[in-house]
C-alpha cells in the first residue's frame, strides 16, 4: 500500500466467506433490507452466493452507428490508450487517458489501515475486469465512410492526434445497416449510402450472420452489441404487434413497418446470446424485447447516455432536495452543433430525448412527501436546439429555482460547456466493461440452488445510463450517487465486502 492509501495490486478479501479458485470468487453475502408494514419496520437478513468467473473471455463490442461522432471517438480513444499516443497541442504534449470512466479513473474505499485512515483502490483491482485495449471493435453504419475519415468529420479530437491515428483507422469500414427513414430525421439521408436491402427478416438473418462472423473470424468469445447510432421516434406499441417475444418475432417476419431498426438490432443480438445496450432514448426495449431477453437469459441495458446536463440535474436535485429546500422549477437549454443534435431538430426524435431528459428528478421527489404534495413536483421543461457552428460543443445552460426558509426564493444558473462525445465516449465503456463484468457473475439464494444469471435487465448500469431500464416492478433510481454506491457496494458484494455505510464509528466511539 503507498502513503495516500491506495492498493495498487489486485486485493484479495481474507475471510471464512470467500474463496478464491483458479477459475472463481465465491462469496457468501448477508443482505440486509427492511420490511415495512405500517410503521412496524422489521429487519430482513437474505443469505446470497455469488460466484464470479476471474477469467475474462475475449470480449468484442460492435457498435451500431459506428461512424458517429461517439462511434469515432470510443474506437480512435481507445486506440490511442492501447498505442500509448502522444500528440501537440497548443499546451504542449498531451497523453492518452480513459478520464470520465468510473472503471478506469475511478477508486473506491475498501477499508481502514492500522492508523484507521481510509484504503482505496480501483474497481479493476477489487474484481478482475476487461481492460479496455483489449477490447476488439467493429460495427455498422448507414454511411460507408471509413473510421478514419469519420473521425475527421466529427471534429472532436486535436488534428495532431487526428493525423497520427488517421493511418491505423483507414481500412475500417462500417457494415452496412438496416436504415429506416420513418424512425430517424428526414435531415439524415444524405449519409445513408451503406443499407443492407432485403425484408426485415432477412436483414435480421444479415445481422445475426454480421454477429457470428466477428466472432468467429476473430476468436472472440463474448460480443457485446451497442446502440450508439442516431435518436428514433418512439415506436409504437401495439398488441400483436410487438407485445410479445412471439408476436414480435411473427411481425418481423411479416415485414410490418412499424419495426425500428434499433428493435432489430436488439433482437438479433439477444438470438445470438449478445448483450444488448441501448445508448439512444427511443423505447428499444418494446415488451417483446424484454420478454425475449428474459426467454434467452440474454443481458440488457440502456437508454440513453447519461452525460453532462442529466447527470448535474440529479446531483443538484438530490442535494436541493435532500437538503430540505423545495426545488420548484427546473429549466434546461441545449444547444449543439453535431450530427446528432442536426437528427433531434425533427420533432419526432426531439420528443424521445424529451421523454428520457424529462424523468430524473421523480425518484427524489417522491421520496419526499413532507416538502411535496402527492401529486406535485416541479415544473421542468427541456430546450434542445441544433446550432451548427458549436460542432461537437453542447452548450448547457440550466435554471434550478427553490423554495427556502419561510418564503425565500434560491435560483442557481449553470452555464456548462463541453465536447460532448468526449463525456460520452467513456460512458460508453463503462457500460461495456461492466456489461461484460456481469455476464461473469452469478447468483444463488440457498445453498442447494443452482446458480443463475443476473436478472436479464441490467439496471446495476444506471449510474450511466439516464433513462434506466429495471426489471418489471423494480423502482428506477435516478440520484447518481445511490446509483454509483449500488455499483461500488455490489462489486464489493462479489468478494465478500459489507456496503459502505460512511459511518466512521471506529473515530466517534471513545
Ligand atoms: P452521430 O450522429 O454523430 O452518430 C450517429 C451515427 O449513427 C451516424 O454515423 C449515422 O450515420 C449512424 N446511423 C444512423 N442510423 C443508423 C442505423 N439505423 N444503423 C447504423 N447506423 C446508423 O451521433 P453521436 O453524437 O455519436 O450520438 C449517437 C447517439 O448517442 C445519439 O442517439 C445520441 O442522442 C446518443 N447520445 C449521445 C450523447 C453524447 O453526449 N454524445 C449523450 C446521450 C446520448
Known amino acids: ?219 472472440i468469445e463474448n460480443v457485446i452489441v451497442l446502440w450508439t447510432a442516431n435518436t428514433e421516434r418512439y415506436a409504437e406499441l401495439r398488441e400483436g404487434l410487438n407485445d410479445t417475444a412471439d408476436n414480435l418475432l411473427r411481425s418481423i417476419e411479416a415485414d410490418a413497418s412499424e419495426i425500428a431498426p434499433s428493435t432489430l438490432f436488439a433482437v438479433a443480438s439477444i438470438l445470438e446470446g449478445c448483450t444488448y445496450i441501448n445508448g439512444s432514448p427511443q423505447n428499444t426495449f418494446i415488451p417483446g424485447v424484454i420478454e425475449l431477453s428474459e426467454r434467452h437469459q440474454v443481458l440488457i441495458a440502456g437508454d440513453d447516455f447519461k452525460t453532462g446536463q442529466t447527470k448535474i440535474k440529479t446531483v443538484l436535485c438530490d442535494f436541493l432536495i435532500n437538503s430540505g429546500l423545495k426545488l420548484a422549477s427546473v429549466v434546461s437549454y441545449n444547444h449543439l452543433g453535431n450530427n446528432d443534435g442536426k437528427n433531434l431538430s425533427a420533432p419526432k426524435t426531439f420528443r424521445s430525448k424529451e421523454i428520457s431528459k424529462s424523468g430524473v428528478i421523480d425518484d427524489v421527489i417522491r421520496a419526499n412527501r413532507l416538502i411535496y404534495g402527492e401529486n406535485e413536483h416541479p415544473d421542468h421543461c427541456v430546450v434542445i436546439k441544433y446550432v451548427p457552428y458549436v460542432g461537437d460543443s453542447k452548450r448547457a445552460m440550466d435554471e434550478y429555482t427553490s423554495e427556502i426558509f419561510m418564503g425565500g426564493r434560491n435560483t442557481i444558473v449553470l452555464h456548462n460547456t463541453c465536447e460532448d462525445s468526449l463525456l460520452a465516449a467513456p460512458i460508453i465503456l463503462d457500460l461495456i466493461l461492466l456489461a461484460e463484468l456481469c455476464t461473469r457473475v452469478q447468483i444463488k439464494r440457498t445453498q442447494d440452488e443452482e446458480f443463475s444469471r443476473m436478472h436479464p435487465v441490467l439496471s446495476i448500469l444506471s449510474f450511466l445510463l439516464k433513462s434506466p431500464q429495471v426489471p418489471s416492478g423494480s423502482p428506477i433510481v435516478h440520484s447518481l450517487f445511490n446509483q454509483r454506491y449500488s455499483i461500488t457496494n455490489f462489486i464489493r458484494a462479489l468478494v465478500g465486502l459489507p456496503p459502505e455505510t460512511f459511518m466512521l464509528l471506529e473515530h466517534k466511539i471513545p
Open 1 to 219: 500500500m503507498s502513503e495516500t492509501g491506495f492498493v495498487g495490486e489486485p486485493i484479495v478479501v481474507a475471510s471464512p466467506n470467500v474463496e478464491y479458485s483458479k477459475n472463481e470468487i465465491i462469496s457468501r453475502y448477508e443482505y440486509r433490507e427492511s420490511r415495512v408494514n405500517g410503521n412496524i419496520v422489521t429487519p430482513l437478513n437474505e443469505n446470497l452466493t455469488f460466484k464470479t468467473q476471474r477469467k475474462i473471455p475475449k470480449t468484442g463490442v460492435l457498435l451500431v452507428g459506428w461512424g458517429g461522432n461517439n462511434g469515432t471517438t470510443l474506437t480512435a480513444g481507445i486506440l490511442a490508450n492501447k498505442l500509448k499516443t502522444t500528440w501537440m497541442t497548443k499546451e504542449g504534449e498531451q497523453h492518452a487517458n480513459f478520464l470520465g470512466s468510473i472503471c478506469r479513473s475511478v477508486t473506491m474505499r475498501i477499508g481502514i489501515d492500522n492508523n484507521l485512515q481510509p484504503v482505496y483502490a480501483p474497481l479493476f483491482g477489487v474484481i478482475p475486469m476487461l481492460n479496455p485495449t483489449d477490447l476488439d471493435i467493429w460495427g455498422w453504419d448507414i454511411s460507408n465512410m471509413s473510421i478514419a475519415n469519420a473521425m475527421v468529420r466529427a471534429r472532436v479530437f486535436d488534428y495532431d492526434l487526428q493525423r497520427k491515428l488517421y493511418p491505423e483507422l483507414k481500412d475500417m469500414i462500417p457494415w452496412p445497416s438496416v436504415y429506416s427513414e420513418d424512425f430517424i430525421a428526414a435531415n439524415q439521408s444524405e449519409r445513408a449510402n451503406n443499407i443492407i436491402h432485403g425484408t426485415k427478416q432477412e436483414q435480421l438473418q444479415t445481422l445475426r450472420q454480421n454477429i457470428r462472423d466477428f466472432k468467429q473470424s476473430r476468436g
